[in-house]
T-cell receptor
Framework: DAKTTQPPSMDCAEGRAANLPCNHSTISGNEYVYWYRQIHSQGPQYIIHGLKNNETNEMASLIITEDRKSSTLILPHATLRDTAVYYCIVRASGTYKYIFGTGTRLKVLA | SAVISQKPSRDICQRGTSLTIQCQVD?????MFWYRQQPGQSLTLIAT?????????ESGFVIDKFPISRPNLTFSTLTVSNMSPEDSSIYLC??????????FGDGTRLSIL
């Protein structure tokens, strides 16, 4: 099963883009990358997912490298409400189970 | 996306007792999962709740400690049995509808005295 590696913490100025990296060097060809975030006292919230191509929705953009060994979640204009722990997840091969890594604690500064 | 309700939202229990946590979804879903989040840690999958059959447990989790039921496509329960202080955690239910990512409830915060 692919595992993910993320920096433990990051700071970002309010209004600036937050770029959160994730390494998943053992990912296999048919495994999707998912991003969730967890705001204090809440369950994880789905943000975005992708397989090979870059994806964008109303919350964020997901950039996946051509070799698929890493990806970056981009929050284009971070706000204080984006302060949370962000998890990059690769779904276990052949199943629908998620294997959570340790995540990145993003702090957006005023 | 599905709306997930977990009950209770929090509880304080005595060691040696058991607590049953309920997860109710507002629509039929194909898969339901139970996770544990220990203080300051990430989420760990306990088991997949299978409708009409025994749950599938992950390594390190056993049915005697965490019995799970899923009588239909919208409801599941997790029981934490014979609790000790080490069981103090947040327990989260998640669901997956066809071709959708998992969605999580807000969890049950459990403290054992």
């Amino acid at each position: 099963d692919a595992k993910t590696t993320q920096p433990p913490s990051m700071d970002c100025a309010e209004g600036r883009a937050a770029n959160l990296p994730c390494n998943h060097s053992t990912i296999s060809g048919n495994e999707y990358v998912y991003w969730y975030r967890q705001i204090h006292s809440q369950g994880p919230q789905y943000i975005i997912h992708g397989l090979k191509n870059n994806e964008t929705n109303e919350m964020a953009s997901l950039i996946i490298t051509e070799d698929r060994k890493s990806s970056t979640l981009i929050l284009p204009h971070a706000t204080l409400r984006d302060t949370a722990v962000y998890y990059c997840i690769v779904r276990a091969s052949g199943t629908y189970k998620y294997i959570f890594g340790t995540g990145t604690r993003l702090k957006v500064l005023a | 996306s599905a709306v997930i309700s977990q009950k209770p939202s929090r509880d304080i229990c005595q060691r040696g007792t058991s607590l049953t946590i309920q997860c109710q979804v507002d629509s039929q879903v194909t898969m339901m999962f139970w996770y544990r989040q220990q203080p300051g840690q990430s989420l760990t999958l306990i088991a997949t709740a299978n409708q009409g059959s025994e749950a599938t447990y992950e390594s390190g989790f056993v049915i005697d400690k965490f019995p799970i039921s899923r009588p239909n496509l919208t409801f599941s329960t997790l029981t934490v049995s014979n609790m000790s202080p080490e069981d103090s955690s947040i327990y989260l239910c998640s669901v997956r509808a066809q071709d959708q990512p998992q969605h999580f409830g807000d969890g049950t915060r459990l403290s054992i005295l």
